[in-house]
């Protein structure tokens, strides 16, 4: 990437990261500095600094305060980013997602059902907890999102995880469809639930049933929604709930936390 060319944070998550799962940045090597990376790109040193903390997040480096920051060796979390970002370059629909979706966690719901701790049990019900009563919009989609994140991890299938983890952002701009469509949340919220106690019945055919039946609401709700850009309808229902200052950043944002 040219040195004079600004970028924005999340551009710059892009680069770093190609450049540390390509090999150029190799594990245990240490990154240019802030002020160095800031310089580079035209980003502000708060834009590095959130770029930095992404990527950390997803498990691609270290920061050692006082020394710097160290590339990682990559884990479930890197693997699927990266097949995200090169997914993000096709047209994806909300029908490709939950196809998609579908083949990861209902299988994966099926093995949590055998497979799940009592940890597991408690991070899901705190989170369910967390969905019911948050209010802001953004709020709601982290939370249904970490819901099904700790589902497909319940089954602790690390392919699973990197399997999810490719199509986070796609499902992030999804679970924002159905949040802002009441007729699609009051049906889709509840079932929650019953998937969750499912899994701690360790009904694993319950389970697997459960999460098709969720995944169906949208297709017999989005209407044309279901076959357009998912791109597309994300930033429109952004700038409805956000106004005019709503981007798909937001959303990805939600997303690159989880």
Same mark, same amino acid.
């Given at each position: 990437?040219?040195?004079?060319?600004?970028?924005?944070?999340?551009?710059?998550?892009?680069?770093?990261?190609?450049? !540390?799962?390509?090999?150029?940045?190799?594990?245990?090597?240490?990154?240019?500095?802030?002020?160095?990376?800031?310089?580079?790109?035209?980003?502000?040193?708060?834009?590095?600094?959130?770029? #930095?903390?992404?990527?950390?997040?997803?498990?691609?480096?270290?920061?050692?305060?006082?020394?710097?920051?160290?590339?990682?060796?990559?884990?479930?979390?890197?693997?699927?980013?990266?097949?995200?970002?090169?997914?993000?370059?096709?047209? !994806?629909?909300?029908?490709?997602?939950?196809?998609?979706?579908?083949?990861?966690?209902?299988?994966?719901?099926?093995?949590?059902?055998?497979?799940?701790?009592?940890?597991? #049990?408690?991070?899901?019900?705190? !989170?369910?907890?967390?969905?019911?009563?948050?209010?802001?919009?953004?709020?709601?989609?982290?939370?249904?999102?970490?819901?099904?994140?700790?589902?497909?991890?319940?089954?602790?299938?690390?392919?699973?995880?990197?399997?999810?983890?490719?199509?986070? %952002?796609?499902?992030?701009?999804?679970?924002?469809?159905? #949040?802002?469509?009441?007729?699609?949340?009051?049906?889709?919220?509840? @079932?929650?639930?019953?998937?969750?106690?499912?899994?701690? @019945?360790?009904?694993?055919?319950?389970?697997?049933?459960?999460?098709?039946?969720?995944?169906?609401?949208?297709?017999?709700?989005?209407?044309?929604?279901?076959?357009?850009?998912?791109?597309?309808?994300?930033?429109?229902?952004? @700038?409805?709930?956000? %106004?005019?200052?709503?981007?798909?950043?937001? !959303?990805?944002?939600?997303?690159?936390?989880?």
């Amino acid at each position: 990437m040219a040195p004079d060319l600004a970028v924005t944070s999340k551009e710059l998550v892009d680069e770093l990261e190609h450049k !540390i799962l390509s090999g150029k940045y190799t594990v245990g090597e240490m990154l240019p500095s802030e002020r160095r990376l800031s310089e580079a790109y035209s980003v502000s040193r708060s834009g590095v600094r959130e770029a #930095l903390k992404i990527l950390g997040e997803r498990g691609l480096v270290t920061v050692r305060h006082g020394r710097g920051t160290f590339v990682t060796d990559p884990n479930a979390g890197a693997a699927g980013a990266a097949i995200g970002n090169a997914l993000r370059r096709e047209r !994806i629909t909300a029908r490709d997602v939950i196809i998609g979706r579908m083949a990861v966690e209902k299988e994966s719901a099926a093995l949590a059902a055998e497979a799940r701790t009592d940890a597991d #049990l408690e991070l899901l019900d705190r !989170i369910i907890e967390g969905m019911e009563t948050s209010s802001a919009i953004l709020d709601r989609v982290r939370a249904d999102l970490a819901f099904h994140l700790a589902l497909v991890k319940a089954s602790h299938n690390p392919v699973f995880e990197a399997m999810f983890r490719a199509i986070s %952002g796609f499902t992030a701009e999804m679970m924002l469809r159905s #949040l802002s469509d009441r007729a699609v949340a009051e049906v889709g919220v509840p @079932q929650h639930r019953a998937i969750l106690e499912a899994v701690r @019945q360790r009904d694993a055919g319950e389970a697997r049933r459960l999460v098709e039946e969720h995944m169906a609401v949208a297709i017999e709700r989005y209407g044309p929604d279901l076959e357009r850009s998912l791109d597309t309808v994300a930033e429109r229902e952004l @700038q409805r709930v956000l %106004g005019p200052t709503g981007s798909l950043e937001d !959303i990805w944002r939600v997303a690159d936390r989880e």
